[in-house]
């Protein structure tokens, strides 16, 4: 125990003596925290839209205005003509075009049917199904109120559909309550598994690593000195965190705090773990901070935090059962967000749990005292 | 010159000599690509979706049918009341409900209103807003339809998905990946390269031989750029061969831009190095400094339009942001220099500028 103690004061030594790497690792989470909470969203406040106008009559005139008051779309051309607007389009000048075509409003009045045109920019496709369904949502308005005016005597109008959307869980629809813990997660992870990456990396590099093999300390007193001062270090980033979005962000705790540190102590071994493990087979430290990255990005990004799960295919939503990042996200999500309790997160726990067991035990076998 | 020659060869020689580093550096972005290109999709599928009917009949069975047979949607039950809903949503079990009220049927043969709820899972309100739209959608289609009589008015919309009809995905996703496996790979390829050389103190042996300080810096990059332009190379290919992804502008422009995106990443590399001492805070500020605001300040997963407004014109000086709308032009677009060209300018004056700074810290730290 002794051993163990005497090695983590040495760890914390070397940190904090890094001035550097001491303003480092807390100045970039509460930094980024701080600016990309706010920038997670699929949510398009306006959209730049160009509308050729053809027809110049009060029906299609009106039909403008009506997109441009809604609130969702920005006219940001008006023309009669199709004369530039292709290379509006393609300069991203306007993300759609609406195009309204000659005797749009002629054939409304006789035959009571007329079409538009909309070319929408679908580079990003997400943004282009939100935008072409809030294209339609006008034009279903616009047509009822059209139908009011113009509607003939004994013509039968259907009923009018009202759509009343509800949230649940976040009825404001504030996507920071959703991505604060995204982020949290991701910077934890990055932070704690570089941090345990690079120690041992840089140990090996220097050479001290075999002054260390020589003495008696036990493979499992070296892992748990490594991992033990890291830990420590990423509970604090993460309570920081936590802090910045309750008092900064608002982010809701509706769940038990205990049970998210219960989570995010079982998370982090599996997390450092990872990249203890990662440095037991590399040779330098820019080795350990390639592979470290690669596996970084392929857990965050499987991970469901910034994509949905549901929309990957089968087997990668598979292989996100082994995505320790994925748990952890559910479990602050369900806990923080949605109130969720023991029942709801025993699993994940258990899976984390098994995970961290799992991951050190492979990290004390592989990790040699031999010199290489 | 022939000085310089010969250390570019030094150099190469340290990146071949350590195979498993080489090894790792040329295929890991591949590997990334083809993992991601797979798995990891923007667009929402396979909500799974519950519809609450009280009193079913041939009209609202139309609707259900309409979720049925929707590739969005996974119908999970057509429930009578929304009692089984709470259960569902807590164990996430359900994403989205509809609620349609009682007597739908004899509601949408009359004239007043058709009340219909759209319930969404809220906690992930990015989603959550894409579902809501395109559920609202086919509930739209459906009331037009069986609404639709003679003598009432109708406006069709006719729309066209420009560049990117069949909203795939891969088409969005590679050139985001591009730009972010080319930034943090080559930002910290050169930062590590060039701290080691400090932390081990070979950097003073280098600073005293008669290479200028710049050759020392370039002969150091140089490697790299050959590096990064492989990278390019295999993932380009790969999005081609593997995705189908199209390339409708020109590729020689494209390998342009991507030589002038490397060159960027690097002059980054360098300034991170030259504020370092040590291989720890190098590689910390390159990858935990540029990975998040790289993957959410770029439009790589999340559309800029969006943002705030202050933190939308602090994406202007987001490298990645202007060279994805760059290999998006060309790729997807087939857009040319004569749109491209302010992009081209800004990715040109900040590398300059890069340099620029790179060049006057290491100057600074010669005396």
């Known amino acids: ?372 | 010159m022939n000085a310089f020659a010969g250390f570019v060869r030094k150099e190469a020689f340290h990146i071949l000599r350590d195979r498993q580093t080489f090894w790792i550096l040329l295929l890991m972005p591949l590997v990334q690509v083809l993992i991601f290109g797979y798995a990891v999709r923007t667009d929402v599928r396979d909500v799974r979706i519950a519809i609450v009917d009280p009193t079913p009949s041939t009209a609202t069975r139309a609707l259900v049918q309409r979720f049925a047979s929707s590739s969005r949607f996974q119908l999970m039950g057509v429930y009578p009341t929304m009692q089984s809903l709470d259960d569902g949503f807590r164990s996430g079990v359900l994403r989205q409900a509809v609620v349609l009220p009682r007597d739908a049927d004899r509601l949408l043969r009359g004239q007043a209103t058709l009340p219909i709820q759209l319930i969404t899972d809220g906690a992930d309100p990015n989603t959550g807003s894409v579902m809501q739209s395109y559920a609202t959608a086919i509930i739209q289609r459906w009331h037009a339809e069986s609404v639709v009589r003679a003598g009432s008015l109708r406006i069709d919309l006719a729309t066209r998905m420009r560049y990117n009809p069949t909203l795939e995905s891969v088409n969005l996703f590679v050139p985001g990946l591009i730009a972010l496996v080319l930034t943090i790979v080559s930002a910290m390829m050169t930062a590590i390269s060039i701290t080691r050389e400090k932390e081990t103190g070979t950097m003073e042996m280098l600073l005293v031989s008669p290479l200028h300080p710049w050759a020392i810096v370039a002969g150091k990059v140089a490697p790299y750029v050959a590096m990064g332009f492989a990278n390019v190379l295999l993932v380009l290919g790969a999005a081609w061969g593997v995705f189908g992804m199209p390339l409708r502008g020109s590729l020689v422009l494209l390998l342009a831009e991507c030589l002038l995106y490397i060159l960027n990443a690097l002059a980054l590399g360098i300034v991170i190095s030259t504020s370092a001492q040590t291989q720890r805070t190098a590689m910390i500020a390159a990858l935990a400094g540029l990975l998040l605001p790289t993957l959410m300040l770029s439009g790589f997963i999340f559309p800029l339009e969006s943002l705030p407004t202050p933190l939308r014109l602090f994406t202007n000086i987001v490298p990645a942001r202007w060279f994805l709308l760059i290999v998006r032009g060309i790729m997807v677009k087939g857009a040319g220099l004569a749109t491209l060209w302010q992009e081209t300018l800004i990715l040109v004056g900040m590398t300059l500028a890069l340099l620029v700074l790179g060049a006057r810290r290491l100057a600074i730290r010669l005396d």
């Not at chain 1, 006219?75 to 000659?102: K, N, Y």
């Not at chain 1, 479990?331 to 949605?338: E, P, S």
């Open chain 1, 1 to 372: 125990m002794r051993v163990i103690l005497f090695l983590m004061r040495k760890e914390f030594l070397q940190v904090f003596r890094d001035k550097a790497t001491v303003f480092q690792i807390f100045f970039i989470p509460v930094v980024q925290l701080l600016v990309l909470s706010n920038a997670a969203t699929f949510d398009i406040k306006r959209t730049s839209l160009a509308v050729v106008d053809e027809d110049r009559t009060t029906v299609s005139t009106g039909l403008t205005q009506r997109l441009e008051g809604g609130g969702r779309f920005r006219v940001v051309r008006e023309q009669p003509t199709t004369a530039g607007v292709e290379f509006a389009l393609l300069d991203r000048e306007v993300s759609a075009v609406l195009r309204i075509p000659h005797g749009f409003e002629a054939d409304l009045v006789r035959e009571r049917h007329a079409s538009l045109q909309l070319q929408v920019n679908a580079e990003e496709g997400a943004s282009a199904g939100i935008i072409l369904t809030a294209a339609q949502a006008v034009l279903a308005d616009y047509t009822r109120e059209l139908g009011m005016t113009m509607g003939a005597a004994g013509v039968v109008r259907g009923p009018v559909l009202t759509i009343a959307t509800q949230g649940w869980f976040n009825p404001s629809r504030n996507y920071k309550h959703y991505m604060v813990p995204a982020i949290l997660v991701s910077l934890t992870t990055i932070i704690g598994l570089l941090l345990t990456a690079q120690n041992i990396a840089r140990e090996k590099e220097l050479g001290t690593l075999d002054q260390l093999n020589v003495t008696p300390i036990t493979k499992g007193q070296f892992i748990t000195a490594k991992l033990l001062p890291f830990w420590l270090l990423s509970l604090m980033i993460f309570t920081i965190g936590l802090l910045i979005g309750k008092f900064v962000f608002g982010i809701p705790t509706r769940g038990s705090i205990p049970l998210v540190y219960l989570a995010t102590a079982v998370y982090l071994v599996v997390a450092l773990g990872i990249g203890l493990f990662i440095s037991t087979f590399t040779n330098t430290q820019q080795q350990t901070m390639f592979v470290a990255f690669f596996v970084m990005l392929i857990y965050l990004l499987m991970s469901g935090l910034f994509t949905p799960v549901d929309s990957m295919p089968r087997w990668a939503q598979w292989a996100a059962e082994v995505n320790p990042v994925k748990h952890f996200a559910v479990i602050l999500r369900a806990v923080l967000v949605k109130g969720a309790g023991w029942e709801v997160v025993a699993r994940p726990i258990l899976i984390l749990a098994v995970g961290g067991v799992g991951i050190l035990t492979l990290a004390v076998r592989k990790y040699s005292k031999q010199a290489h």
